[in-house]
């Protein structure tokens, strides 16, 4: 490959000098001839990795996109800066439609973005079978998994589309979701043909990240906004009850805020979003429905106002932050609530038409993600160290720009208390949660536990000294580390873990990490 044209087509098209971590690898192995999978996460700069060999290649390359609202704004981006990129989907008038098909025709179009279900479409299939096509570019791919977090049936029928082609064109999937069962199923259901895989670029380096675990979440996000005064953020909450109640109370309090969520009319969100995205508005406060596909670069700052159900999704929401490369700040405000809420969507969400074996699979996959995304809210080690982790990235133990990089802990020597715990989840039977096992520990008198005679039990009242609090954050970390298991049911109870007995029995001493008491943390860098 001529090294010259890549970067040309990327300084002439994209405005860019240089290319980042993992393009040009992926499009050196297009160029080549071979399939890819870019597993990089959002903002990293996925469509670059197809639109530049797109240019180079003789025929047109389809990008299959899911994300019909965007595709117009995708293509205008495009068509502006000279590429020759067209979209088909529902909202294209028959007059539109043919103009698409003519410019194909004519050799005016060297993008094309579809909807999924457009693919086997009659009148498009006989007419696309007729034309070059150079590659089948798969965004979002990982809705072709059921494992996925947005799968899409449609997106099975690319492999049938691409079969049914007199030959086979290269083909590429991006995707931000990392997990090793979504990528085995996007190789194979999509049938890709011994494809590079390359996962990288989860670590953004300009992000800082924080879990604040704060009595009362408005004071804490009251004192962010005031720490990033004139700077544009986003606030996500879980509920649309929430985001309307938070952007109330920070409208009154003197901030240039906006709400967005799916409960609003299409005009209103239409307009909040351009409100935010042109400034006029610098914050936003919305649930998850915002943000797919929305490029602005100076945001400053994110703040969960509440705890999302999963890394994969917290880490794309926090990622919005600093996309310019500037300092920016991702700080969760967690709550024990936020873990009850998440639980409920997921008992609460059977999907259309899923069969109940796969409903039970998905759920308990849910419960497990849940699981990892409150270990990450409880974990006193490096948060960047622990998602880097999770997504299949090396990690360093201590990255010296997160929240717990820059607490100041002490190391506690808690065996004792461990196994005061211990003794009590043996002795009320490995079949309750967290809260009973607490009470008990703690000599509460509410009729839970009088009713089923725990204060009978030796471990009632034998940790009355201790907040409840500094136990559970000791019983996140007990699981976390294998000295409990906290099981995947709807109503999840506690069991022995695999280590239990080595501190029951075996004489294992626990230390573990916790934040020096009234010393408060350095003030972070981002955003000001
Ligand atoms: P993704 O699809 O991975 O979420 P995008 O492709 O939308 O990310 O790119 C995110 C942003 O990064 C865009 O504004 C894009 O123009 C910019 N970008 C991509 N590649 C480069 C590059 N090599 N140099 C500078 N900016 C880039």
Redesign the pocket.
């Known amino acids: 490959m001529d090294q010259g044209s890549k970067h040309a087509v990327?300084k002439q098209y994209?405005g860019?000098d240089?290319?980042?971590e993992g393009?040009e690898f992926l499009i050196d192995t297009i160029l080549s001839g071979q399939d890819a999978v870019g597993v990089?996460p959002?903002?990293?700069?996925?469509?670059?990795c197809f639109q530049v060999p797109a240019m180079l290649m003789d025929g047109i390359t389809l990008v299959v996109s899911p994300l019909i609202s965007l595709m117009k704004d995708q293509v205008g981006a495009l068509t502006q800066s000279g590429v020759p990129a067209a979209f088909i989907n529902s909202s294209l008038s028959s007059a539109e439609y043919r103009e698409v098909l003519f410019d194909i025709r004519q050799g005016q179009c060297k993008i094309l973005y579809i909807a999924p279900e457009r693919l086997l479409a009659e009148g498009f299939l006989s007419f696309i079978r007729e034309q070059d096509i150079a590659m089948v570019t798969v965004d979002e791919a990982h809705c072709v998994s059921q494992w996925g977090q947005d799968f899409r049936p449609s997106y099975l029928e690319i492999d049938r589309f691409v079969k049914s082609l007199d030959s086979r064109p290269i083909l590429s999937a991006f995707t931000a979701t990392a997990t090793e069962q979504v990528r085995r199923d996007i190789v194979g259901l999509l049938d890709l043909n011994e494809p590079e895989v390359l996962v990288t670029g989860f670590d953004r380096k300009n992000l800082y990240f924080e879990v604040q675990k704060p009595p009362k979440k408005l004071d804490a996000l009251l004192a962010i906004l005031a720490d990033h005064p004139d700077k544009s953020g986003i606030i996500y909450c879980a509920t649309r009850k929430n985001v309307e109640e938070v952007c109330e109370k920070i409208c009154a309090a003197g901030y240039p805020a906006v709400c967005y969520h799916a409960g609003l009319p299409d005009a209103v969100r239409k307009k909040n979003q351009d409100l935010f995205i042109f400034d006029e508005k610098p914050i936003v406060v919305a649930t998850n429905a915002f943000g797919m596909g929305i490029?602005k670069?100076n945001v400053s700052f994110v703040v969960h106002y509440n705890m999302p159900g999963d890394m994969e999704s917290y880490y794309q929401e926090a990622g919005r932050a600093g996309?310019d490369g500037e300092p920016a700040d991702c700080i969760l405000l967690y709550s024990g609530q936020d873990v009850r809420t998440q639980q409920f969507f997921i008992e609460n969400s059977d999907r259309e038409g899923g069969d109940p074996e796969t409903n039970a699979l998905l759920k308990q996959r849910d419960r497990q993600r849940l699981k990892d995304m409150t270990f990450y809210c409880h974990t006193n080690d490096c948060l960047r160290g622990y998602m880097l982790k999770y997504f299949g990235e090396d990690a360093p133990v201590c990255c010296d720009h997160c929240g717990n990089c820059q607490t100041q802990f002490e190391i506690l020597d808690i065996t004792i208390e461990a196994q005061k715990i211990l003794s009590c989840i043996k002795r009320t039977g490995q079949r309750f949660g967290i809260k009973v096992v607490v009470d008990t520990l703690r000599g509460s008198k509410n009729q839970r536990i009088l009713g089923l005679g725990f204060d009978k039990l030796s471990t009632y009242n034998i940790m009355a000294d201790i907040s409840e609090k500094r136990i559970r954050d000791i019983i996140h970390y007990l699981a976390m580390e294998g000295f409990i298991h906290i099981t995947d049911d709807e109503y999840p109870v506690m069991r022995f873990g695999p280590r239990a007995r080595d501190v029951l029995f075996g004489g294992e001493r626990i230390e573990m990490k916790l934040p020096k008491e009234r010393e408060p943390a350095p003030k972070s860098t981002g955003g000001k």
């Open positions: 990327l994209f860019y240089t290319f980042r393009q990089m959002t903002g990293a700069g996925k469509s670059i490029d670069s996309r």
